[in-house]
């Protein structure tokens, strides 16, 4: 039986990665289940481990795209302020607000879609329909008669598009065994991010030649081939639903009605689930010490990245004229630097099997913190280097340079954070993730609001200064939990221990 599902001894099942998802079953108090004929098990041939690697990469690549289709949205906002206040007759503060409510979408969604896909719907169901109405919803958005419509299409999408920032990791957990994760995670890990340098760099060179609506049109090209793609090519891979199925195949072809899957006895429902999911993320963050911090210090990297994103057209286009179609090529840094932290995954993943060896295949969570070390320090140097290159007598590759340690840190600190907190967290590994991904988007949101008034109070230098002073404040965080990480599990309820 795969490693996704378990069948305990008193006949109640449980899915071990998300306890929002959690289900229960009674089957029978006196009989075991593996006895029982009717009970559908995983065979070989439907376990989604078995697919060949060919496909279970194209799904890979496919449900990472799709992400980053969503993220790329985000920060192409960014690029039509200008022509949405004209449009719209408001002022360029109005038109910010489609970042920070299309990123509170992204924020809430993952408390109703986690639970939907893990007790109901399955993964494949809630992509399909998750990104039908992202692109139904795209329309309104695209052909918008004002500044009210326009906001809240752009809420209503973001919320469509959370799926692939919550949902589209488990598939991943699906198709590949913890051996053969790393490589696979990574990829999906870093798509977001890539998604949001990329929409300033293809905004920049629409906006600069076409009228900003175009940004969304092309965007909705681009969300219909990736609904195809998700319709066509990518299976469904939770292990309950495909059992699920499977029980139902077997009824309507047998004829008996008491073939079941565990999924077809649970208790509860879809209401207490979204109750839960809701509830636990914030009870970890005000019980958790260690949990708090982590996701704070996420919160301030994903926020000063956003800073960066509204503080880029005032470095290089108030202080070295640059155009809107240069000003989307300066993001490229940030990219290249998240690229070549991608490329030293196998460095990592040798580290790990090190690591592995030495605790006899059982190494303790605070080891994937060491990834974030390096993050720490490099988010910092990037920033006070980049601040210290926005002087307008400096050369405008300056900045752009110090931007590439900055992208990499990105990398390392979310990466390790996130594998941190599933393996640290496991028993409520849906909970922690969840908890982070609500205390990102908060300063995500309200970040680009203040982002014009902090550069025009205290200059290019001062404002990327203090971005970098707050990332070193926070840059012990993963050699303190390094150390000290095990004690605080120990006296964690929440932790694995």
Not at 316 to 333: A, E, S
Not at 364 to 388: D, H, K, N, T, Y
């Amino acid at each position: 039986m795969s490693a996704l599902t378990r069948i305990s001894e008193s006949g109640s099942f449980t899915q071990s990665n998300d306890d929002a998802a959690t289900i229960k079953t009674d089957v029978s108090a006196s009989q075991d289940t593996e006895d029982d004929p009717h009970l559908v098990v995983l065979e070989p041939e439907d376990n989604p481990q078995n697919i060949s690697l060919f496909r279970r990469w194209l799904v890979v690549l496919i449900i990472s795209s799709a992400s980053l289709c969503v993220t790329l949205t985000v920060l192409q906002a960014a690029f039509t302020e200008q022509g949405a206040a004209q449009t719209f007759h408001v002022s360029r503060e109005v038109t910010i607000l489609g970042i920070s409510l299309y990123v509170t979408g992204l924020g809430i969604g993952p408390l109703l879609v986690g639970p939907l896909s893990e007790v109901y719907a399955g993964r494949n169901a809630v992509y399909q329909a998750s990104y039908a109405c992202f692109f139904i919803f795209t329309f309104p958005v695209v052909f918008a008669p004002n500044i009210a419509v326009f906001l809240v299409f752009r809420l209503i999408t973001g919320f469509c598009g959370s799926t692939f920032l919550s949902v589209a990791g488990g598939s991943v957990s699906d198709m590949f065994p913890d051996s053969s994760i790393a490589s696979p995670m990574a990829v999906y890990t870093i798509s977001p991010f890539i998604g949001q340098v990329a929409g300033p760099l293809i905004a920049g060179f629409i906006n600069q030649h076409l009228y900003w609506e175009w940004t969304y049109r092309v965007q909705l090209c681009w969300i219909f081939v990736e609904l195809l793609m998700l319709a066509t090519f990518v299976p469904e891979t939770y292990v309950p639903v495909i059992l699920k199925k499977k029980a139902k195949r077997l009824r309507e072809s047998t004829g008996d009605s008491k073939f079941y899957a565990p999924l077809d006895r649970r208790e509860g429902s879809l209401a207490s689930a979204i109750l839960v999911s809701c509830y636990t993320p914030f009870q970890l963050l005000l019980c958790d010490r260690m949990a708090l911090l982590l996701d704070s210090w996420n919160a301030l990297i994903l926020g000063i990245l956003y800073l960066a994103f509204q503080a880029f057209p005032i470095i290089f286009g108030d202080v070295h004229g640059f155009n809107m179609q240069t000003t989307g090529l300066t993001f490229i840094g940030i990219g290249l630097g998240m690229l070549s932290a991608i490329s030293t995954q196998p460095l990592w993943n040798r580290l790990y099997a090190r690591e592995t060896a030495k605790y006899n295949g059982d190494p303790p969570p605070e080891m994937r913190l060491i990834m974030g070390q390096v993050g720490a320090i490099l988010v910092p140097v990037g920033l006070f280097w980049l601040a210290l290159t926005t002087y307008p007598q400096v050369h405008w590759i300056a900045p752009i340079i110090a931007s590439v340690p900055f992208g990499s840190g990105i990398y390392f600190v979310f990466t390790s954070t996130f594998t941190y907190l599933v393996t640290a967290y496991r028993p409520i590994a849906a909970s922690a993730m969840a908890s982070n991904t609500t205390l990102r988007s908060a300063f995500a949101v309200v970040f680009p609001l203040f982002a014009g008034a902090m550069y025009d109070r205290l200059g290019t230098v001062g404002a990327t200064a203090l971005s970098a002073g707050l990332a070193t404040l926070m840059a012990p965080l993963p050699f303190i939990f390094y150390r000290i990480g095990a004690r605080l599990r120990k006296s964690s309820r929440f932790a694995a221990h």
